[in-house]
């Protein structure tokens, strides 16, 4: 299948569960298409770039691995998606890389995941946190940051700022989310 062939293909498509899945099903039988969806998720400013990042999300959840030879070209166009239904995708695939990288098992994105690509993930996910962003591109977002602060450890003075100051003006799910993240950050201390 030609790029141009995916893109008409990922137009047709809606965002129910079956759809996402089928297509993420297409593209895990040929890994060939990944490259190829990729780079239509990151035409950022085309309505089936989100259709592209509702199926990797798909394919990154069944196969997070098959995202490892297209590290740098995801993490460093990540901050270009700005489309609500981009967004939400793009960071949940993002926390999908933070979880299997803490992950208690030996894995290959422990070694393909450099400090350059979390970098542009904390980036994103920082940029995430401030912005006017949906409920759930923020709990994927603090996910990763907490994570990741593991590591570096400026991370998570600068998370439970960002979720303290914002707490009284979120909604329920934010708030119950920063509260579990907050008591994770006090309890490392």
Not at 80 to 101: I, N
Not at 151 to 175: C, M, R, V
């Amino acid at each position: 299948m030609t790029l141009e062939e995916l893109h008409k293909e990922l137009s047709n498509i809606n965002a129910l569960r079956e759809n996402r899945l089928k297509y993420a099903q297409i593209v895990l039988n040929d890994l060939g298409l990944l490259p190829k969806l990729i780079t239509i998720l990151f035409i950022v400013d085309d309505k089936v770039s989100c259709k592209a990042a509702w199926v990797l999300e798909f394919v990154c959840a069944k196969y997070i691995y098959a995202l490892v030879p297209y590290l740098d070209e995801f993490t460093s166009n990540i901050n270009k998606v700005h489309l609500d239904s981009a967004v939400r995708p793009v960071a949940k695939v993002c926390e999908f890389l933070a979880k299997t990288y803490y992950s208690k098992q030996p894995n290959t994105i422990k070694k393909m995941l450099l400090p350059k690509h979390k970098e542009l993930i904390i980036e994103s996910c920082f940029d995430w946190m401030i912005r006017d962003e949906k409920i759930a591109v923020k709990a994927y977002s603090m996910n990763s940051l907490y994570l990741f602060g593991k590591d570096y450890e400026w991370i998570h003075p600068e998370l439970a700022q960002i979720l303290e100051q914002d707490f009284p003006n979120q909604s329920p799910g934010y708030k119950a989310r920063a509260k579990h993240i907050l008591k994770k950050i006090k309890a490392k201390k």
